[in-house]
């Protein structure tokens, strides 16, 4: 089993920048892949990006996200980040790490929520205006 927790998040002026945390613990193997989601109240969850748990750590950000968002890891440390820069109000949301089989050959699923088998509690992030 694989346990996440999310750290980071908080109140940010817009214009600013957070860099939120997942700390993982239990095994996570060369299939899995790592991905932040995010959902404001009443809205759909949504795909951030997503990295690969292999040497390679392939990486993949919904089209919305790419250039103020950047997903990263620390091997030593079993931990993922995601930085976001240049906050804006609608980037308000509840901030998940997720972690399932959806690396290698099946990294192109890796948008997709329902293809995560572990979740962190999320981090709240909210952007004032």
């Known amino acids: 089993q694989v346990q996440l927790v999310e750290s980071g998040g908080g109140l940010v002026q817009a214009g600013g920048s957070l860099k939120l945390s997942c700390a993982a613990s239990?095994?996570?193997?060369?299939?899995?892949?790592l991905g932040w989601f995010r959902q404001a109240p009443g809205k759909e969850r949504e795909f951030v990006a997503a990295m690969e748990w292999s040497p390679i750590g392939t990486t993949n950000y919904a089209d919305s996200m790419q250039g103020r968002f950047t997903i990263s890891r620390d091997n030593a440390k079993n931990t993922v980040y995601l930085q976001i820069d240049s906050l804006k109000p609608e980037d308000t949301a509840v901030y998940y790490c997720?972690?399932?089989?959806?690396?290698?050959?099946?990294?192109?699923?890796?948008?997709?929520?329902?293809?995560?088998?572990?979740w962190g509690q999320g981090t709240q992030v909210t952007v004032s205006s």
């Open positions: 239990g095994r996570t193997n060369s299939n899995y892949a």
């Open positions: 997720a972690a399932g089989p959806v690396g290698g050959r099946l990294f192109y699923e890796s948008n997709q929520w329902d293809r995560y088998a572990y």
